[in-house]
């Protein structure tokens, strides 16, 4: 069955500094993967999402994700980040080929300190 | 384009009184529909399922229900809440397919006192 961890519910970094947000998923067959990204009291905006192709998926905002098959990772990062990129994020695996459903992870909430 | 709707937008109610959230989409036809549930510290937890009208899914049991009467409404329902029902709603659609995007809605905040 398919799973999505991600390690550490709160991540702290400094304005400016790198952004490395982890993601391990467990699938019994080849993923599509998303990340979302949650503002206080809002609904939640996709970031990016893997399908099939190159591996290094750009997103919005400056944020981006390799898909790593044989460590079964897709990690979120952002060279430099901003405060206003301060937000919970949630990874998530598709359940199936033939369904649109999704298992999401736990939440990573972001801080950016000035 | 596409949007969506939810309301209200925040909702405080009594142990046992009766609820109903509603979520619209404009823009697209025959989508599918979703209801989660957000608690503090717990990710999202999938509701219903909805693939057209009047088909509906349950995902775990519980005091809610959902109804479909239109293809482009979506509402969350119950006759008597509990004040574990307390959270934060998203109702979201896709147009299908198993890599295709979710778009959420602004959500409902609702408080069980």
């Known amino acids: 069955a398919q799973s999505v961890t991600q390690l550490g519910s709160h991540v702290s970094v400094s304005e400016g500094a790198l952004v490395l947000l982890r993601c391990n998923y467990s699938?019994?067959?080849?993923?599509?993967l998303f990340w979302y990204v949650q503002y206080p009291n809002q609904g939640l905006q996709l970031l990016l999402k893997?399908?099939?192709?190159?591996?290094l998926v750009k997103g919005i905002n400056g944020f981006e994700a390799e898909f790593k098959k044989s460590e079964t990772s897709f990690h979120l990062t952002k060279p430099s980040a901003h405060m206003s990129d301060a937000a919970e994020y949630f990874c998530?695996?598709?359940?199936?080929?033939?369904?649109?459903?999704?298992?999401f992870g736990t939440g990573t909430r972001l801080q950016v300190f000035p | 384009s596409q949007t969506i709707h939810q309301w209200p937008a925040t909702l405080v109610q009594p142990v046992g009184s009766p609820l109903s959230l509603e979520c619209t989409v404009e823009?697209?036809?025959?989508?599918?529909l979703y209801w989660y549930r957000q608690a503090a510290g717990r990710g999202l937890q999938l509701l219903f399922y909805?693939?057209?009208?009047?088909?509906i899914s349950s995902e775990v049991p519980q005091n809610l229900s959902a109804s479909r009467p239109q293809d482009r409404q979506f509402i969350l329902s119950s006759k008597k809440l509990l004040l574990s029902d307390s959270g934060f709603y998203l109702c979201?659609?896709?147009?299908?397919?198993?890599?295709?995007?979710?778009?959420f809605g602004p959500g409902t905040r609702l408080t069980v006192l």
């Open positions: 979201a659609w896709t147009s299908g397919g198993p890599a295709g995007t979710q778009y």
């Open positions: 699938s019994s067959v080849p993923p599509y």
């Open positions: 893997y399908t099939t192709g190159a591996t």
């Open positions: 998530a695996v598709s359940r199936s080929y033939n369904t649109d459903k999704l298992i």
């Open positions: 823009g697209t036809s025959n989508p599918n």
């Open positions: 909805s693939v057209g009208i009047g088909q």
